[in-house]
């Protein structure tokens, strides 16, 4: 049976909350949140989902990035869910590139990320990961970091120009 939540728009408050972090892994209500994210992404053309976008305040995420209709270019990837995720960048080199987001539909942004990125995570197996991540990925773990820490990608635009409608959006990328 699927757990498809509704995901929680721009203004409501859990999306401006600090997750919390998560200590039982293993316990029902980790293992439901789990199965709530991976549902809810899969119902979607997203390529990352927080726990604070279906309402649930915990440092639970997942990336997940694949080509979409929103996503034209994106690369493959599996699923990854990551627990109590953190993450230092390699250097001070950024790139601006579009975003989206799930609980802001309608609207693109070119953001500013950290290329390169050193992260940690626990898995499901309550494994303790870290990996390199570059690229479209860091973005998207960026991205998803930030909605564990009460910020949505407009938080870090630089400038108001560089907001766009999707329509507008959608002309660029496909001219």
């Known amino acids: ?8 728009q721009l203004g409501n408050p859990v999306l401006r909350q600090p997750a919390e972090v998560v200590t039982d892994l293993d316990s029902p209500e980790t293992q439901a949140i789990i199965k709530a994210l991976q549902d809810t992404l899969a119902s979607t053309q997203g390529v990352g989902i927080a726990a604070p976008q279906i309402s649930l305040s915990k440092q ?4 997940a990035s694949r080509p979409s209709t929103r996503y034209p270019h994106a690369p493959m990837m599996t699923p990854t869910v990551m627990i109590n995720p953190s993450f230092t960048a390699l250097s001070n080199d950024k ?7 799930l609980s802001i539909p309608g609207i693109r942004a070119l953001v500013p990320r950290y290329k390169n990125i050193l992260v ?3 898995d499901t197996n ?3 990961v870290e990996t390199r991540l570059e690229g479209f990925v860091a973005r998207i773990f960026q991205h998803e970091f930030d909605h564990l820490n009460s910020k949505v990608y407009l938080d870090s635009v630089e400038e108001n120009q560089d907001i766009f409608s999707e329509s507008e959006y959608f002309k660029i990328i496909n001219a």
Do not use: H
């Open 95 to 101: 790139e601006k590139d579009w975003e989206g987001c």
């Open 1 to 8: 049976m699927t757990d498809i939540r509704e995901i929680a």
């Open 120 to 122: 940690s995570y626990t």
């Open 126 to 128: 309550s494994i303790l």
């Open 60 to 63: 639970i995420m997942i990336i």
